[in-house]
């Protein structure tokens, strides 16, 4: 969902689509799960259940993961 106000772009996704985009990201850059979780400090069962959308994962884990990922995570209300 877009959203625009005042020349600001909200861009409000929910765990399913984040978990996809972190995928498609990781894999447009040959990086395996095993690899990714490794370089960001998580374990693979958290990076999975991240890309799945699977139980809760931490914003800390969201960030590191964006990061490595070459990704800019904005949270704001």
């Known amino acids: 969902m877009h959203c625009r106000d005042k020349k600001v772009l909200f861009i409000l996704m929910n765990k399913e689509e984040i978990g996809k985009a972190f995928a498609v990201r990781r894999e447009t850059l040959g990086i ?46």
């Open 32 to 77: 395996t799960q095993a690899r990714l979780a490794k370089l960001s400090g998580v374990s693979v069962h958290t990076l999975s259940n991240l890309e799945t959308a699977r139980g809760n994962v931490t914003l800390d884990v969201l960030l590191k993961v964006a990061k490595t990922l070459g990704c800019k995570v904005t949270v704001g209300v």
